[in-house]
Nanobody
Framework: VQLQASGGGLVQAGGSLRLSCAAS????????MGWFRQAPGKERESVAA????????YCSDSVKGRFTISRDNAKNTVYLQMNSLKPEDTAVYYC?????????????????WGQGTLVTVSS
């Protein structure tokens, strides 16, 4: 499956952005989808994940209550709504797809990756 992330940009602290990840190729609905991020000099970390049906979601403690993950299988797209953004949210955000069943997302468990979209939050 090929993934294309979009929606990043520059936003002031407290603002919002919505990231999108469009998938093509194999049936999108069979994959667990995740969002990860990587800030300069830091390791890639999990942000959120959603099961194939959307019935299960996960958000890391650092974004819980501010970010929401969702998916539209009819449109082959997964979204990350980011509210109340903080400067520490600045990173390149990646969407990824996993063939493994539902679990807490870890980067090495994901098989396919998009190219990343940069989110910069100014203070």
């Amino acid at each position: 499956v090929q993934l294309q992330a979009s929606g990043g940009g520059l936003v002031q602290a407290g603002g919002s952005l919505r990231l999108s990840c469009a998938a093509s190729g194999r049936p999108f609905s069979s994959y667990v989808m995740g969002w990860f991020r990587q800030a300069p000099g830091k390791e890639r970390e999990s942000v959120a994940a959603i099961s194939w049906s959307g019935g299960n979601t996960y958000c890391s403690d650092s974004v819980k209550g501010r970010f929401t993950i969702s998916r539209d299988n009819a449109k082959n797209t997964v979204y990350l709504q980011m509210n109340s953004l903080k400067p520490e949210d600045t990173a390149v955000y990646y969407c990824a797809a996993s063939r493994v069943g539902w679990e807490i997302p870890r980067p090495y468990r994901y098989d396919y990756w998009g190219q990343g979209t940069l989110v910069t939050v100014s203070s």
